[in-house]
């Protein structure tokens, strides 16, 4: 579930949808990936077939990359919205890792997400 903070909820335009997009990254020969979350028009995310979209609570738009969304599935995920010389920055509380862990196998299980790894 991806939980949107009050103040990313008034952030967001009623045109724009929230997505976690993913981006390639190799290593050794082997394809990793990180994720990174932007905001976007509605219309261009909602026709698309490589996003997903993901439960959010207040139910506002919130999309995920495909391969984004297998590791994103299951957890809770907190969404903020900050103003820093009048820019708007959506941020979550994802570790900056977490594409890299999720690409090698080394997430904690969703239940788990308090404990340290």
């Given at each position: 579930?991806?939980?949107?903070?009050?103040?990313a909820c008034d952030e967001l335009r009623h045109d724009e949808a929230l997505v976690f997009?993913?981006?390639r990254v190799a290593i050794c020969c082997a394809c990793a990936?990180?994720?990174?979350?932007?905001?976007?028009?509605?219309?261009?995310?909602?026709?698309?077939?490589?996003?997903?979209?993901?439960?959010?609570?207040?139910p506002v738009p919130v999309y995920a990359h495909r391969h984004a969304a297998v590791h994103l599935a299951g957890r809770d995920?907190?969404?903020?919205?900050r103003r820093r010389l009048g820019i708007r920055r959506f941020a979550s509380d994802l570790?900056?890792?977490?594409g890299l862990r999720a690409s090698l196998g080394r997430l904690p299980e969703p239940?788990?997400?308090g404990r340290q790894t």
């Open positions: 579930m991806i939980r949107l903070t009050s103040q997009d993913w981006h990936g990180e994720v990174s979350l932007r905001r976007a028009e509605r219309r261009r995310i909602e026709g698309s077939r490589v996003y997903r979209r993901l439960p959010a609570e207040p995920v907190a969404v903020d919205c570790p900056p890792d977490f239940s788990d997400q």
